[in-house]
């Protein structure tokens, strides 16, 4: 059992019968009254955060994870199926334990976290960005140029991309996965 003065980016602990993974830390040591820790925890099941602050010295339950590398093969109504790499085993995860999923490939690698204790998978993380060509784009409005003008445009995946006007179907982009940003078109 470790204490909040274990606390780390990227440590794992059980709190509020959930599993948290550790985004942001600070240890404080005010002038007057005791030291505390200011954390940002993210919920590895259902990707929620949260801030709380842990009084120095409180105990907390470290939850030891693992990562692996998996494949996505395919959805369907419920979830997401994937592949491990290493001994081909198929893995299936729920819709909610995904974020940004609709950024997500056949074929893409993806981290998937299990719980150290039974491999019972907590959550996947899809890389930070993605390369995906775009199918379905509006028509630009001519004129509207003064500006950083965007318009709509759908990539194979299904998701929605707010793009710049020069964009046209059949262009591959790179996308940010964590706020669906584009950032730049991509040649080949």
């Not at 955060?49 to 105990?59: C, E, I, M, R, Y």
């Not at 592949?83 to 690698?109: C, R, V």
Request: aromatic share 8%; hydrophobic share 40%; with cysteine.
């Amino acid at each position: 059992m470790a204490t909040s003065n274990d606390i780390k980016k990227g440590m794992c602990i059980e709190f509020n019968n959930d599993i948290y993974k550790v985004i942001e830390f600070l240890h404080v040591k005010p002038g007057k009254g005791p030291a505390f820790v200011r954390t940002k925890l993210k919920s590895v099941t259902n990707g929620k955060v949260l801030d709380n602050t842990f009084s120095a010295g409180h105990k907390i339950d470290e939850v030891k994870v693992i990562t692996r590398k998996f494949q996505y093969l395919y959805d369907d109504d419920n979830g997401f199926h994937f592949m491990n790499n290493d001994d081909f085993s198929q893995i299936y995860l729920n819709k909610d334990m995904i974020e940004n999923a609709q950024f997500m490939k056949a074929g893409e690698e993806v981290t998937i976290i299990l719980k150290e204790a039974d491999e019972t998978p907590l959550s996947a993380e899809i890389p930070p960005t993605v390369y995906l060509e775009v199918v379905e784009a509006d028509p630009g409005v001519k004129g509207n140029t003064a500006t950083n003008a965007l318009k709509n445009a759908i990539v194979e995946t299904g998701a929605r991309v707010m793009v710049p006007l020069f964009i046209e179907p059949g262009d591959k982009i790179k996308i940010n996965t964590e706020d669906g940003a584009y950032l730049e078109r991509v040649k080949e």
